[in-house]
């Protein structure tokens, strides 16, 4: 080949890095211009082909096609491939509990519910008195601090899973009292698999991967002047605690569902005791 065709590799790397020097926003160009250093050396390393590289671009070109506002594929993605759990890790504000991630059934509308709220509401499940305290990372409590909470029902399916279930079903948010106490009536939650009828379903099954998540409960916790907390909870002794398909289990999220036998709270939710109890406290970083 003569010279003039020649275009070597550390060329294109470094151009391609160079290339967003000039961003307005400098935080923008570290981040593309580190993404496309890795990218460039995962090319490299892999020594990627052709239809490699294009088999990848139709798997984006598929979970485009079947993103909506109520369906997000390319979160799903990052899910699985460990990258929300990577971006929860490095971003994570030392002394707070630990986040975990969102998932896509999170909804902002759910219907703010007196403290101490029976979600059952006569449905299936092993009843579970959901209770503690919100802190800061000095144990002192934070007073009306606000809980959102949701979780799937006792067939494994979120609201927007099951035409059947009312919208509003096991998900409210709660504002926690002086001592930023919170407290509510639930069920316990079930294993289930991530949506597998798209991209990210057929990568789950050519990689003979787990498409299961453990029991979960699903929290965010946010108080003015503190850092938001979006996070899990997770049922010691679940089935797939240790496979979580997106690789959301902390051990300082695992909780204990413990025998209660508080006969005011047997009474309040018209339970036999012992009846089933986690209790559980939330730290929150102060905002810098
Ligand atoms: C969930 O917890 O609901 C979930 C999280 C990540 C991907 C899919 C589902
Ligand atoms: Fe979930």
């Known amino acids: 080949m003569s010279e003039k065709h020649e275009i070597t590799r550390p ?15 400098p935080r923008m160009a570290e981040v593309m211009s580190l993404l496309v250093k890795h990218m460039h050396a995962f090319v490299a390393e892999s ?5 490699e590289w294009l088999k990848g671009l139709e798997f984006l070109t598929h979970a485009a096609k079947i993103t909506t506002d109520e369906r997000n594929e390319f979160s799903l993605f990052s899910d699985v491939m460990g990258i929300s ?3 929860d890790v490095v971003s ?3 002394g707070g509990t630990p986040s975990s991630v969102l998932g896509p059934f999170h909804n902002h509308d759910s219907l703010i519910r007196p403290n101490g709220s029976d979600l059952t509401d006569g449905q299936a499940g092993d009843r579970v008195w959901l209770h503690g305290r919100v802190l800061d990372v000095h144990q002192q409590a934070i007073p009306g601090a606000q809980i959102d909470f949701w979780q799937n029902a006792d067939n494994g399916l979120y609201p927007a899973q099951d035409p059947a279930q009312d919208p509003q079903n096991l998900r409210c948010k709660i504002i926690c009292d002086d001592q930023g106490g919170f407290s509510l009536l639930t069920i316990r939650p079930h294993p289930y698999t991530v949506p597998t009828d798209g991209p990210v379903g057929a990568l789950l099954a050519a990689s003979n991967r787990n498409i299961w998540r453990p029991a979960h409960f699903h929290i965010i916790v946010s108080a003015p002047g503190y850092v938001g907390l979006v996070t899990e909870l997770f049922p010691a002794g679940s089935d797939y605690i240790d496979n979580d398909t997106v690789f959301g289990v902390r051990p300082g999220l695992i909780v204990q569902i413990k025998p209660c036998q508080d006969a005011s709270i047997a009474k309040q939710y018209g339970l036999s005791i012992p009846f089933n109890e986690v209790n559980y406290e939330f730290n929150l970083v102060k905002q810098s």
């Open 85 to 87: 759990s990577m971006v």
């Open 92 to 94: 994570q504000p030392p």
């Open 11 to 25: 060329d294109v790397t470094i151009d391609a890095m160079k290339s967003f020097a000039n961003a307005s926003d």
């Open 47 to 51: 020594k990627l082909t052709k239809a």
